[in-house]
């Protein structure tokens, strides 16, 4: 548990720091983990016998976050779709296999790693690299209505009449900045929340054959810890909308779980316990993030499609 806990600590300092210096720091970062999540992907199904093309899906991935870093969503597509491309080549026709597999699961390794990853990027550069003399579009700026918590609701303008009280502590930072924040809080509060409600209280078996620790109780506990985790964070400390904070704080706990499932099938099938020991106490990349996989992408859209930013 000591080592546990230290992990968290030094874990915790990095990505703060990463977190709010963004630039090539954070695009550095990401591209380490994802290539350690490749690593530890590849690792596992040669457990399983499948091989996968293990330096040119390297290449593969840095070619996809530095796209992502530069934002040119075209040349990811292109990337991606040559990557595809050429694995089915090197697989089916230089080695002569027989076998799909090891092909697919290259490619599904690619997309399962690399587009998360690459969310993450846009969704902390989301806005614009602001040239020498323009302002960085701050929280601020992307924040409706932060006075009252009234006008949160949108029933504000109904009790004019009462005082106001701003619950916001309106810090003030870069956009993207804030709403990764924002992500990794509620992913986090998802798998924490998750686990202690379920071991409080957990008594009915969400997907025993999945990951036989999962409960619906804890489950539940994750969604209420995550819409209050983002409210808390998003609203009360950023200033962006509570209605909206609650709904991506309810879809983001769904996709927390999904992509703590989905590692957890890609382990049974490798007969494997950790994905790796990168993290003493947490084990590896893809145990610790796991869930951001999943949740990254998916708040990447929320915040685009809702009108967010």
Not at 25 to 37: E, I, K, N, R, T
Not at 140 to 168: C, E, M, Q, R, V
Not at 197 to 214: D, E, M, Q, Y
Not at 223 to 247: E, R
Request: some cysteine; glycine content about 10%; charged content about 10%.
């Amino acid at each position: 548990m000591a080592l546990r806990i230290i992990t968290g600590i030094i874990g915790i300092a990095i990505a703060a720091f990463v977190i709010q210096y963004g630039g090539a720091p954070f695009a550095g970062f990401a591209m380490f983990l994802s290539l350690l999540a490749w690593h530890e992907y590849s690792a596992a199904f040669r457990r399983a016998g499948v091989i996968t093309t293990y330096i040119f899906g390297a290449l593969a991935l840095i070619l996809l976050l530095c796209c992502a870093w530069l934002g040119n969503v075209e040349e990811l597509l292109a990337v991606l779709t040559v990557s595809m491309m050429l694995i089915f080549l090197l697989t089916v026709i230089l080695r002569g296999s027989t076998r799909p597999n090891d092909a697919c699961v290259s490619v599904a390794g690619i997309m399962y790693i690399g587009l998360p990853f690459a969310h993450l990027i846009f969704l902390r550069f989301l806005s614009d690299e602001p040239q020498p003399g323009e302002a960085v579009t701050t929280v601020a700026d992307i924040a409706t209505n932060n006075a009252t918590i009234l006008d949160k609701l949108d029933i504000g303008k109904y009790l004019d009449f009462l005082p106001t009280l701003d619950l916001s502590l309106r810090v003030n930072v870069d956009a993207g900045c804030a709403l990764v924040w924002v992500l990794f809080a509620c992913t986090w509060a998802s798998d924490t929340f998750a686990y202690f409600v379920g071991s409080a209280i957990g008594s009915h078996k969400l997907a025993s054959s999945i990951s036989p620790g999962k409960t619906v109780e804890g489950f539940l506990g994750s969604i209420v810890g995550t819409i209050l985790t983002a409210i808390i964070v998003g609203t009360f400390i950023f200033g962006l909308p509570l209605i909206k904070m609650a709904i991506a704080g309810f879809i983001l706990a769904l996709a927390a779980t999904l992509g703590d499932l989905v590692e957890s099938v890609l382990k049974r099938f490798a007969g494997i316990k950790d994905s790796g020991f990168f993290l003493p106490g947490h084990g590896g990349a893809l145990d610790r993030f796991d869930s951001i996989l999943f949740t990254a992408p998916t708040f990447y859209y929320f915040v685009i499609l809702s009108g967010i930013a």
